[in-house]
T-cell receptor
């Protein structure tokens, strides 16, 4: 029972490089989310998806792109990394809202450093 | 819009002390409320939740009561342990929203000393 799995767990990038973070969930959840966590800022929503083939912007989408080609996978891309994108990134998934107290399940996080 | 405000940290306690972490919320709809915990180097885990007014969520000795009249969901534990050292996040989810997103507070770092 893997839940939500993120790869990679750690990465160091040079400014201007690109990379893709992968999130996979095996719970058949409709909703998936990408958050970033910065000291003193809590978790901020980057992008989210309410189903396969759909994506939408969150609070801090600039500099990121996402894709959800398969229901179980949600990819976060950085086309040209900047030091301001140094952060810990969390993926989460949940069932379709409307259920009572439907919670989100989180991956273990990806620690990204841009130098 | 929806938002969560929680007590600024860090909080430092001795083992067996009483813990309260305050959380208040603003919501346009009728939210469900959650406390998540993040242990060092790990992702967030659900600690407890409450889905309607006056519900009490509880888990691992932690409790929180959904108070609609004061728009609060304070986290309490009667006797903390060293193993409770972690960051605690209060969150809400508007059950009437089709977006399904969670709104998080900024987190409260708890350190418990033996």
């Amino acid at each position: 029972n893997a839940g939500v799995t993120q790869t990679p767990k750690f990465r160091v990038l040079k400014t201007g490089q690109s990379m893709t973070l992968l999130c996979a969930q095996d719970m058949n959840h409709e909703y998936m989310y990408w958050y970033r966590q910065d000291p003193g800022m809590g978790l901020r929503l980057i992008h989210y998806s309410v189903g396969e083939g759909t994506t939408a912007k969150g609070e801090v989408p600039d500099g990121y792109n996402v894709s959800r080609l398969k229901k179980q996978n949600f990819l976060l891309g950085l086309e040209s990394a900047a030091p301001s994108q140094t952060s810990v990134y969390f993926c989460a998934s949940s069932l379709l809202t409307g259920g009572r107290g439907t919670e989100a399940f989180f991956g273990q996080g990806t620690r990204l450093t841009v130098v | 819009g929806d938002s969560v405000t929680q007590m600024e940290g860090p909080v430092t306690l001795s083992e067996e002390a009483f813990l309260t972490i305050n959380c208040t919320y603003t919501a346009t709809g009728y939210p469900s409320l959650f406390w998540y915990v993040q242990y060092p180097g790990e992702g967030l885990q659900l600690l407890l939740k409450a889905t309607k007014a006056d519900d009490k969520g509880s888990n691992k000795g932690f409790e929180a009561t959904y108070r609609k009249e004061t728009t609060s969901f304070h986290l309490e534990k009667g006797s903390v342990q060293v193993s409770d050292s972690a960051v605690y996040f209060c969150a809400l989810r508007d059950r009437g929203s089709t977006l399904g997103r969670l709104y998080f507070g900024r987190g409260t770092q708890l350190t418990v000393w033996p």
